[in-house]
């Protein structure tokens, strides 16, 4: 049982020996490592020869502290895994709510930004279009349009003034011909007033010329 007993305890020695570090409490190697613990407990062990092969003779209180502060070391490696496992938890919820706070901050940033950047697209689009009669309108679609308007009310002056133009014309050249006319028959009354007035003068003398006539007509009946 006890050769059992030592090899479980060389297993556990070869597996931890490289790794473990932590202080022995047993009075006269108190500062001794497990590793050195061992090649002490070798060194101090007297060796037999049985069946053609070596074996360690070794102290039952002596590999009882042996087991003893390889358990002690086990319990303080597994208290001080459970103690890295606890402050591995509270570690990990702090950086569960650190990522959360995080997260949050980032929605936050990402809601400023998309706020932003809808104020910057509402501003450009207030610069690059303005309001017609209600209708949302690109500014160089007004510009355009714009001048077409303007272009086309000006055609539409031109032809306006052309057409009044040759209007005044022709109403400049019925004035003239009315006018003309006018002095035409103008001309044309005053000729037959004197036309009719002399006539007048010559009915009057024949007249004139009747009377003597039947006055002397008279004086010859007489």
Not at 12 to 27: D, E, F, N
Not at 107 to 119: C, D, F, G, P
Not at 156 to 177: C, D, G, L, P, W
Request: hydrophobic residues 40%; aromatic residues 6%; positive net charge.
């Amino acid at each position: 049982m006890k050769a059992i007993s030592f090899s479980l305890l060389l297993s556990v020695l070869v597996m931890t020996a490289g790794q473990a570090q932590a202080p022995t409490t047993v009075k006269d190697r108190a500062n001794y490592s497990l590793q050195q613990q061992f090649s002490s407990l070798k060194f101090r062990s007297s060796t037999e020869m049985k069946y053609n092969q070596p074996h360690k003779v070794v102290k039952q209180a002596s590999l009882d502290a042996f087991f003893k502060n390889v358990q002690d070391t086990l319990r303080a490696r597994q208290q001080s895994i459970k103690n890295a496992g606890k402050e591995t938890a509270v570690k990990l919820a702090q950086t569960q709510k650190e990522l959360a706070d995080q997260k949050a901050q980032v929605q936050a940033l990402q809601e400023v930004n998309a706020q932003k950047e809808r104020q910057i697209q509402q501003g450009a689009h207030d610069v690059a279009s303005l309001s017609v009669l209600g209708i949302d309108m690109d500014k160089q679609v007004y510009v355009i349009l714009s001048l077409v308007i303007i272009l086309a009310l000006a055609a539409v002056a031109a032809v306006f003034a052309v057409m009044y133009k040759n209007s005044n014309r022709v109403t400049e050249e019925k004035i003239q011909a009315y006018d003309e006319l006018t002095e035409e028959f103008k001309a044309h009354k005053q000729l037959a007033r004197e036309r009719e007035i002399k006539l007048k003068r010559e009915q009057q003398s024949e007249a004139n010329k009747v009377e003597e006539l039947k006055q002397q007509l008279a004086q010859l009946r007489n």
